[in-house]
């Protein structure tokens, strides 16, 4: 009720007392910034105002009744890549899905190499934070664009990454997980305010980043094991995410085991000469014919080729083994006589595309400096995989679930022919996307997918490779390809 003479009640008063006789709310917190807004939200209203709350528990924002939408905003923070979803937190409906390269690169490339640079100055970990809040900052003004929506009217976000791009994210120093036990900040999932982050949505709403489990599997996995239900299902499930840290899980319903093995961005187009996202331009699948060692690809939106994606390069990888243009070592064979096996800049090189059918003043190529990147990332990949099956006493998985955001795109035959998963069988390998921002937007829109997260990192069992001589051995065998026909 509105205020009269001689018997004023405060503007917060008046609020708390309507919600806790129409909704049996009892004195929730205010944010802040909403009790600043408030005298002129209580007042712009004439139909009544929306009270939004977080968790029942704190009043994050007053509006005139009708006035906007309720959005949030999911984030996947990956090492070389950071994508973001959009969800209308009404009906639950995916609005838009942008993402981009992970500015953070510029600073290395891999996680250690950042947390090195964070070591270096102390100006360092504010700039890494900051160039990441540029960048997701970009893509929930893209996905608000794509959806013709006002960006503070996004009041929750859920972000996931791993251990060391979640702490970056959260301004918390790293130094601790680049040494011996590698141990995070924290581990439970973790609130924080968009404002204190300078994340440009509602300025009032809550950032949940959900748990991770050590220093080098994070969040990112536990969103994976959240959205495959991995911990609940019969069937011993091995489930590997095609990114940089290469993380693993495998189990079913009697407990999951995960290790990471940093595995390289070569899954991602990293220190791939051609290599590019997943994005329009991108060669996703190649053919060989083994006679006339003639290509045939295709690209993403079949968009003239600009470079090769992660599934590409497995593709790629997956024809030349099949052909025999490549060796069991993994060298390319010089008894192949084609015009498109010649010497380059980086020893001897494939033509994918000549520059005549590429949107470059140059031929698209893979090197043989390529295809090592390419061994040593599905060799630490089938290592890993083979440890933590042995150590659960199985020797070959029920199910292989492919996550990243090449997992769609990777053909089950050429995950084997390159030996990317022991035990493969091209029936039981499917392809699930980017499973880790599935779950970030599952943690987004129900508090009890939270309280699950939190019990998978709970009950997850860690193996930590570094150091194993087992996962060397394993390494230096996984290198081959088995499949290799040489001639």
Known sequence: PPPVLGRVTADKERLLSALSAGYGIKNPAIDSQALKDLP??????ARGVDVILFQRKEIIHVRPAGKGGFFGVAFDMGTTTVAACLIDLVSGRKIAVTAAMNPQIH????????????????????????????????????????????????LEAAVVGNTAMHHLFAGVIPKYLAEAPY????QKGEYMKARDLKLEISPSAYVYLLPVKAGFVG??????????????????????????????????????????TAA??????????FGMRAAAGAIDRVRIDPVTYEVRFRTILEKRALGICGSGIISAAAEMVRTGIILANGRFNDAIKTPRLRPGQDGNEFV??????????????????????????KAALHAGAQLIMEKAGMVKPDLILLAGAGGNYVE???????DLIPGCSTTSVIGIGNAALHGACLALMDKNQRREAERIASHMEYVELSGLSRFQDLFVSSLFYSQARDR
């Open 183 to 186: 141990t995070p900040v924290f």
């Open 264 to 273: 390289g961005p070569a899954f991602e187009g990293g220190h791939i000469r």
């Open 107 to 154: 600073f290395g490339e891999d996680i250690l190499t950042r947390i090195h640079f964070c070591n270096k100055g102390k100006d360092h970990l504010g700039l890494l934070q900051s160039r990441m809040m540029v960048c997701m900052n970009d893509l929930i003004r893209d996905a608000a664009q794509v959806a013709g929506i006002d960006a503070t009217h996004i």
């Open 40 to 45: 002129n939200s209580l007042r712009s209203g």
């Open 352 to 377: 994918l595309v000549w520059k005549s059918e590429a949107d470059l003043k140059e031929d698209i190529v893979l090197s043989g400096k390529d295809l090592s990147e390419l061994q040593m990332a």
């Open 412 to 418: 089950p035959l050429d995950a084997c022919a390159i």
């Open 219 to 260: 969040s990112d996995a536990i969103a994976c094991a959240l959205a495959t239900r991995i911990h609940r299902r019969k069937p011993a499930t091995l489930l590997i995410d095609l990114g940089t840290n290469g993380e693993i899980l495998f189990g079913n319903n009697k407990g999951v085991i995960c290790c990471s």
